[in-house]
């Protein structure tokens, strides 16, 4: 995932989007990833299982790194299979998503 249009399978490395300036990487599962920018955003795309992505939308796959909110103090972050935990520059913990049962 990544890459638009979207390909079941991506058999060599190809570049993510066009931004130079990511700091941390995470992913659960084979089909969603996430990921901080220098700037504190954090970015998601690939499957949007209980939102996690763009919150509060019915869209199954974001094709492409889209910003998940509108913070700019992440730091670090951590993914579980449907939702995600995030840490803020002042230390608090953040989480959203769900999961199945």
């Not at 399978?9 to 992913?27: C, R």
Request: charged letters at 10%; hydrophobic letters at 35%; aromatic letters at 8%.
């Amino acid at each position: 995932m990544g890459n638009s249009p979207a390909t079941p399978e991506q058999l060599i490395p190809i570049q993510v989007g066009t931004a130079t300036d990511w700091i941390e990487i995470a992913s659960r599962t084979s089909t969603t990833s996430f990921a901080i920018k220098a700037n504190g955003t954090i970015w998601g795309w690939g499957s949007n299982p209980s939102s996690i992505i763009v919150m509060g939308s019915s869209t199954y796959t974001v094709a492409n790194p889209t910003q998940v909110g509108t913070d700019t103090d992440w730091v670090t972050m951590s993914v579980g299979v449907e939702h995600i935990l995030a840490q803020k520059t002042d230390s608090t913990l953040w989480s959203w998503g769900g999961e199945k049962a």
